[in-house]
């Protein structure tokens, strides 16, 4: 009797081992094998890969941000209810807290959006008689492929995700070990004149060179979207967040090193499939293949896990009465929040439609100035809020991580491209003036009289 009348709800079945798979599908996707080219071009030769320290510096520090936070508010939404506890439920915090979900209608399918994008790119190495509308065409559909497979319970992901996470890890070590017996130091080290001269453009090109590694990085904190589906928060998070970016860490810059032992530089800034020429080159065009195939394995294990982290945001905000009141419905069988997984899964097929770098630079100047800049000033706040507020896990070497992440997050942003800052301004903007507007119309905070405050 009491089962029936309980009230429906996310489910605790995600452990450390399917928390941890997540975290890492979702960070090695297609990312890396599209990138890479244009991470090369950015500083104009391999002195680039110092941007895969930067943004692994970058990334640790912000993950200690994220493991604290999510160990101590394992509540679906992540970004969300950090917000809104650190800022004030009542007052900064629910604007922030609103234009987190709000940024994430659009940052969530730019995400996804790029990872159809490499996606249909590489099925085009296999399928050449593919038009230039016919990929565009795979592109768009393939979000909406992945929003009718996640429409089940969340259990049943969870050990999917397992399963997905051997292709990918199988992908990068297949790179890596072919890879090791032709490491070149002389390819490595073939920098071009005047490649480490620190005038600007050596640090502009050097924060581009992050902002493409933070792209490839991003997706550690996915666990924390779904903490009310976490066994053991307070231990499984920090866990799966720390030990996923050490692991990618590590991945990517033996890859990289790889390819360009391979792969002279100059010749890969204009290689278009970069991992299928490389492994055509060591082991012929068969093995070229199957590295494609195991390609779209890999973009198809990432987006999947990008759209079921993101789909519970809008949900979270929702429920809290801080968003659109048709994001809180759950499907009535499997407890999933169904109305914004499909709702971002359009809005992804729609962007899938620009072009590539375009859709990176607006994911990451969109989040850093929304969320993840306001996130870590705003986990200083909480520390001063609520010290008694009970930490499963505290950040190392406090404050120090946390400094460095905000001067890393104004360092990219400083350094993005103008058209990635002005999507970024538009979306927090537009955004800002619905919650004014809505908040005026309910005779909420800015709006709400002295005498009727809590």
Known sequence: MAESSAKPGLRRELGLVQATALAITDMVGIGPYITIPLFLATMGGPQAMLGWLVGALLAFCDGLVWAELGAALPKAGGSYSYLREAYGPNRVGRWLSFLMVWQIMFSAPLSVASGSIGFADYLHYLLPQLSFWGVRAVAAAFPLFLVALLYRRIGAIGNLSVVLVVGVLLGCLWIIVSGLPHLSAARLLDFPANAFQLHWVFWVGLG????????????????????????????????????SILTVATLYILMTASFLSVIPWRQAIG???????????????????????????????????????????????????????????????????????????????????????????????????????????????????????????RMWLYPLPGIISVLGWIYVLGTAAPRSLIFAFAVFTVGSVIFFVRSKMRGEWPFVRRTQEP
């Open 208 to 243: 581009h060179a992050t902002l493409y590694a933070l792209y490839d990085f991003f997706g550690y904190y996915n666990v924390c979207y779904l903490g009310e589906e976490i066994r053991d928060p307070g231990r499984v998070i920090p866990r799966a967040i720390l030990f």
């Open 271 to 393: 290689s278009k499939f970069i991992a299928s020429v490389y492994i055509e080159m060591l082991q012929g065009s068969v093995a070229g293949r199957v590295m494609t195939a195991l390609l779209l394995w890999i973009a198809f294990s990432s987006v999947f896990s990008l759209l079921l982290g993101y789909s519970r945001i809008p949900y979270a905000a929702a429920v809290d009465g801080n968003f659109f009141r048709v994001f809180a419905r759950l499907h009535p069988k499997g407890d999933f929040p169904h109305i914004s997984l499909i709702v971002l899964g359009l809005i992804a097929s729609v962007f899938t439609l620009r072009h590539l770098s375009e859709v990176i630079g607006s994911l990451i100047a969109t989040r850093v100035l929304i969320q993840y800049l306001p996130q870590t000033i705003g986990f200083f706040l909480l520390r001063l809020r609520a010290p008694d507020l009970a930490r499963p896990f």
